[in-house]
């Protein structure tokens, strides 16, 4: 699937990333809309595009929080299987409508303040240890 080929480009981002977690009570703003430039250009970063397709457009942003991935959706189910298929390798993701952003967890939850969204968490690898 090709959705599913693209979800490496956010495995590879959480590899660098590492995985923690942590919570926060901060207010969060409506939930951005627009385009990918739009959204990148609400946390100031420039998009470095990996991915422009007709059902997905994905692209490397760096600002003064950190990295971390921006990707748009054509529809809400070729968002949610990209989201559900990315979680299998961790991370923590910033889910808006038709958009989301993939770093690490300080990085998400800056981005929250901006964009809104909804907090998701990929697996947790560190539970598997054996």
């Not at 070729?78 to 910033?94: C, P, S």
């Not at 990085?107 to 998701?120: F, I």
Request: hydrophobic share 40%; aromatic share 4%.
């Amino acid at each position: 699937m090709r959705l599913t080929r693209l979800t490496l480009g956010a495995a590879a981002l959480l590899a660098l990333a590492g995985c923690s977690s942590g919570g926060g009570t901060e207010a969060v703003p409506p939930t951005a809309t627009g385009s990918l430039e739009r959204l990148a250009a609400e946390v100031k970063c420039k998009p470095n595009m990996q991915t422009d397709a007709d059902e997905i457009r994905q692209a490397l942003c760096r600002n003064g929080d950190g990295k971390f991935i921006l990707a748009t959706f054509a529809t809400d189910r070729g968002q949610r299987e990209w989201i559900n298929d990315a979680k299998d390798y961790g991370g923590h993701y910033l889910v808006g409508r038709k958009w989301v952003a993939v770093g690490e967890d300080g990085v998400v939850k800056a981005l929250r303040g901006t964009l809104g969204g909804d907090l998701e968490a990929g697996a947790d690898h560190h539970a598997h240890k054996g």
